[in-house]
């Protein structure tokens, strides 16, 4: 990146930010003068764009974020490609939370600079990078065929050109008490949510004797994105976000029977604690369940190993299931995980491409298994010997990816999906009805659309 352009993007942010004087809350202090946060945040990141100019012309430019053991893994794996291919990669590190990595790409692209050549991108983020015209067609370039159809389908080809492959897969699972299923005589795991409760209120019932903290089932009802995926998934296939004529609904029936039921695990059954809809969240879930303190939990697969490892008080009891289905539905897992993609505006595509390729071949996605317990997103790893030995829910987790489906793959999703976490939360509240609190998710959501002349 040009100095001149570094110049243009600092002063553009500067502007805007300056405009938009924060609350006090929202402020820091820094060499006596008054901030806001966003303002500190916005300027880190523009100093990380400016300082990651290449020192090689024709290197790659690579940005993912994580937690430290994985960008170590990313750096061996760069070291491998510039052995093998000659190309050298120089790996910008983004920060771990989701959101602060989604606007530290956000920035170079909105300006069109050439870095970072190649990027991960959540999956909520795909439709709002292609829409944008972010991302450099793929389609013809690279073999889909090892790869979940349905994911290649319905999240990476947009507006017919695949944009991105899947590089992680991720999705909801039901984790259970093998061993407290056995002593109340419960033969496997349920199959639906009306056998969820009614066993969760029998094992609660047995476990509360001795353990008065003991809950049924544990999931994530905070006011997040982990709210609205596990709606989808007691909504089942049927359910979720309604599309009809270019509009988004979910005051659909089946929405508010699910919506109910959630309401009712926390306020009838009494089988989820009331602290569901103000501090679950994925971790808070986790570690309830690994305390020994609740028969299900609903989370992503990342809990598995931590559930496995030693000092947890469920190691070895612990099942793992797809999550239930409402009646007459099918189970439907919320798709989760990252995918790669090449910037449009990369000056070395070429270069990009190859370093795509070489991280969702056969056996690079085998590393991110075998040493990060990443689950791949190739589907022809979901019955590699070597794979299943290390980590055998993956026989699972493949039928549940082949099902899953994904959040709107849609420019504006992240506006609609603030508006539903909302809105559902309300409801778990008990501050409104699920009716009027999904009716009034929907008008909300009609004026959104409308201002981006939509519907």
Same mark, same amino acid.
Not at 24 to 39: C, F, H, K, N
């Given at each position: 990146?040009?100095?001149?352009?570094?110049?243009?993007? +600092?002063?553009?942010?500067?502007?805007?930010?300056?405009? $938009?004087? @924060?609350?006090?809350? #929202?402020?820091?202090?820094?060499?006596?003068?008054?901030?806001?946060?966003?303002?500190?945040?916005?300027?880190f990141v523009l100093f990380l764009v400016v300082g990651c100019t290449r020192t090689d012309s024709r290197s790659v430019v690579f940005a993912v974020g994580g937690a430290p053991v994985e960008l170590i893994f990313w750096q061996n794996l760069i070291g491998d490609f510039e052995s093998e291919s000659g190309i050298s990669v120089e790996m910008v590190r983004r920060p771990t939370d989701s959101s602060q990595q989604r606007q530290s790409l956000l920035i170079p692209l909105k300006a069109g600079l050439s870095d970072p050549d190649v990027f991960l991108m959540d999956v909520a983020w795909v439709g709002l990078f292609a829409a944008a015209g972010w991302l450099e067609p793929? /389609?013809?370039?690279?073999?889909?065929?090892?790869?979940?159809?349905?994911?290649?389908?319905?999240?990476? #080809?947009?507006?017919?050109? &695949?944009?991105?492959?899947?590089?992680?897969?991720?999705?909801?699972?039901?984790?259970?008490?093998? $061993?407290?299923?056995?002593?109340?005589?419960?033969?496997?795991?349920?199959? #639906?949510?009306?056998?969820?409760?009614?066993?969760?209120?029998?094992?609660?019932?047995?476990?509360?004797? $001795?353990?008065?903290?003991?809950? @049924?089932?544990?999931?994530?009802?905070?006011?997040?994105?982990?709210?609205?995926?596990?709606?989808?998934?007691?909504? @089942?296939?049927?359910?979720?976000?309604?599309?009809?004529?270019?509009?988004?609904?979910?005051?659909?029936?089946?929405?508010?029977?699910?919506?109910? &039921?959630?309401? $009712? &695990?926390?306020?009838?059954?009494?089988?989820?604690?009331?602290?569901?809809?103000?501090?679950?969240?994925?971790?808070?879930?986790?570690?309830?369940?690994?305390?020994?303190?609740?028969?299900?939990?609903?989370?992503?697969?990342?809990?598995?190993? =931590?559930?496995?490892?030693? /000092?947890?008080?469920?190691?070895?009891?612990?099942?793992?299931?797809?999550?239930?289905?409402?009646?007459?539905?099918?189970?439907?897992? #919320? =798709?989760?995980?990252?995918?790669?993609?090449?910037?449009?505006?990369?000056?070395?595509?070429?270069?990009?491409?190859? +370093?795509?390729?070489?991280?969702?071949?056969?056996?690079?996605?085998?590393?991110?298994?075998?040493? =990060?317990?990443?689950?791949?997103?190739?589907?022809?790893?979901?019955?590699?010997?070597?794979?299943?030995?290390?980590?055998?829910?993956?026989?699972?987790?493949?039928?549940?990816?082949?099902?899953?489906?994904?959040?709107?793959?849609?420019?504006?999703?992240?506006?609609?999906?603030?508006?539903?976490?909302?809105?559902?939360?309300?409801?778990?509240?008990?501050?409104?009805?699920?009716?009027?609190?999904?009716?009034?998710?929907?008008?909300?959501?009609?004026?959104? =659309?409308?201002?981006?002349?939509?519907?």
């Open positions: 990146m040009t100095l001149p352009v570094a110049q243009k993007l +600092f002063l553009s942010a500067w502007s805007t930010l300056l405009s $938009d004087s @924060g609350s006090p809350s #929202t402020r820091v202090w820094v060499r006596d003068q008054v901030w806001p946060t966003r303002v500190v945040g916005i300027l793929l /389609g013809g370039k690279v073999e889909v065929s090892p790869f979940f159809p349905n994911v290649v389908n319905e999240v990476d #080809t947009v507006g017919g050109q &695949l944009v991105a492959l899947p590089v992680y897969m991720d999705g909801g699972l039901l984790f259970y008490r093998k $061993d407290l299923l056995r002593e109340a005589g419960i033969a496997r795991p349920p199959g #639906t949510w009306e056998d969820l409760v009614s066993s969760a209120v029998k094992v609660q019932r047995r476990q509360r004797i $001795d353990n008065p903290n003991f809950f @049924g089932f544990v999931w994530t009802g905070s006011q997040y994105e982990g709210l609205v995926t596990v709606f989808m998934e007691f909504a @089942g296939s049927t359910g979720g976000f309604v599309r009809t004529s270019g509009k988004i609904r979910l005051a659909s029936p089946g929405n508010i029977q699910a919506l109910t &039921l959630m309401c $009712d &695990l926390i306020w009838r059954e009494k089988i989820s604690p009331p602290s569901t809809y103000t501090t679950m969240k994925e971790e808070e879930v986790r570690r309830y369940f690994q305390a020994g303190d609740a028969l299900y939990e609903r989370n992503w697969p990342y809990a598995w190993a =931590l559930h496995q490892a030693e /000092g947890s008080m469920v190691k070895g009891s612990t099942g793992v299931a797809p999550v239930p289905a409402p009646r007459g539905s099918r189970s439907v897992s #919320t =798709l989760g995980g990252f995918h790669i993609g090449v910037s449009r505006y990369s000056d070395v595509k070429a270069e990009a491409l190859a +370093f795509v390729k070489f991280v969702t071949r056969y056996e690079s996605q085998k590393r991110l298994v075998l040493n =990060l317990g990443w689950n791949p997103g190739r589907q022809d790893l979901y019955e590699d010997p070597a794979v299943l030995a290390v980590a055998p829910h993956l026989r699972t987790l493949r039928e549940v990816f082949q099902k899953a489906r994904p959040r709107p793959v849609v420019p504006y999703y992240t506006q609609i999906s603030e508006i539903v976490q909302r809105h559902l939360n309300r409801a778990l509240a008990n501050e409104v009805s699920p009716e009027a609190a999904l009716a009034d998710a929907d008008r909300e959501i009609a004026g959104l =659309l409308a201002r981006y002349e939509l519907n």
